[in-house]
């Protein structure tokens, strides 16, 4: 015979057989709550692994892609052309990204829209500049994988499709929070005199206006090697107005300002402050370098190395494995990042790099 007992589930009678009682329900009911609790972020972290992983085979077939096109028209893709003005009503506004569609398994894209005589992007047929490519997306950024509205140099006007992945303009800058403004050009780089206008004469692979400045630029104009210069860098279209694949300013940012800036407060439109690289990873960033090789960046990199990496030809002595020495600075010593690039001696925990102690005031400052 079954009856309730009081301090008991079940309690059959004539038996020795009994049920938990309610203390011993409640303590295992608190185990396996622990147990989540530890189990969940352990789940989150592999969740994460597999998405930067994935981010990073997105930008090591987005650079493949580069280098199948270079190998085709013995020249790297290039943004605009000197009949664009920067109106959607123009033509040769159209990015780096669009030219590189047909090596990205895009070519029906790049057909329809006609992109091989560069339209303006108010005649291209509608769904061009709105497509969604999944080689441009990445898994840890879900807030960015629909057409966005509200792209700066449009107004609302269309819609445009988004990227998680911009090219890198190089590491002069002339606008914006003092950190950053200005940050010269070296003076042994591409310009026989330094400048800070990273927007039309950037001194990396790419910027936005390239194919005015170095229509027929090739990958013998990366002087500092290959595997030494960033070509490709992860942004956040919900954190940047000036990001998506089809127009020309939308699809290369400067590593003048440190990456991951909105963190710093900076606004999705504060252009100044923004046009640079971001991630929704923990703590840094992936870029694919003009190798095709692809490194994750810790968000706390030295400035003075970060910049150096991303100019093509300025001649510094680093390389991707200085990326992420131990400095033990971040946003909350703001002071102390500072002297990274003022030329003011450096308290750096060890390596030093000598870089750094023989940078000079004025270059990067």
Request: charged share 15%; proline share 8%.
């Amino acid at each position: 015979m079954l009856r309730f007992h009081p301090c008991g589930v079940l309690r059959h009678s004539g038996s020795s057989l009994q049920a938990f009682t309610l203390i011993e329900l409640l303590v295992v009911i608190a185990i396996i709550a622990v147990l989540i609790e530890l189990v969940l972020p352990a789940v989150q972290k592999v969740r994460e692994a597999a998405a930067c992983i994935k981010c990073q085979n997105n930008l090591k077939q987005l650079a493949l892609a580069v280098h199948n096109y270079h190998d085709q028209f013995q020249r790297l893709p290039r943004n605009a052309g000197p009949l664009c003005p920067g109106a959607p009503s123009t033509p040769q506004c159209w990015s780096w990204i669009a030219k590189l569609l047909p090596f990205i398994d895009q070519g029906n894209l790049y057909n329809v829209g006609n992109l091989q005589n560069e339209p303006a992007f108010a005649g291209c047929p509608p769904g061009v500049v709105s497509s969604i490519i999944p080689l441009l997306l990445c898994p840890s950024d879900s807030d960015s994988r629909r057409p966005l509205d509200d792209r700066a140099d449009f107004g609302g006007a269309m819609g445009l499709g988004p990227t998680n992945y911009k090219g890198v303009a190089g590491q002069n800058w002339a606008w914006g929070d003092p950190r950053w403004n200005p940050v010269f050009s070296n003076p042994g780089g591409p310009y026989t005199s330094p400048t800070s206008d990273g927007l039309e004469s950037g001194d990396g692979i790419f910027f936005r206006r390239d194919g005015v400045r170095f229509p027929y630029l090739d990958f013998s104009g990366v002087t500092d090697g290959l595997s030494n210069t960033f070509m490709i860098g992860e942004d956040l279209p919900t954190r940047n107005l000036w990001c998506s694949w089809p127009w020309f300013n939308h699809a290369t940012g400067t590593c003048a300002i440190y990456p991951n800036s909105h963190k710093m407060g900076f606004g999705l439109g504060d252009w100044a402050n923004v046009y640079s690289f971001r991630s929704n990873h923990p703590m840094g960033l992936q870029f694919a370098m003009a190798d095709g090789s692809v490194h994750f960046v810790r968000e706390n990199i030295n400035p003075a190395i970060y910049r150096a990496l991303a100019s093509r030809a300025g001649g510094e002595p680093v390389t991707i494995a200085d990326a992420n020495l131990s400095l033990k600075w971040s946003y909350h010593d703001l002071p102390f990042a500072e002297r990274a690039w003022t030329g003011t001696p450096l308290k750096m925990v060890s390596p030093v790099h000598p870089f750094l102690a023989t940078r000079a005031t004025g270059y990067g400052s």
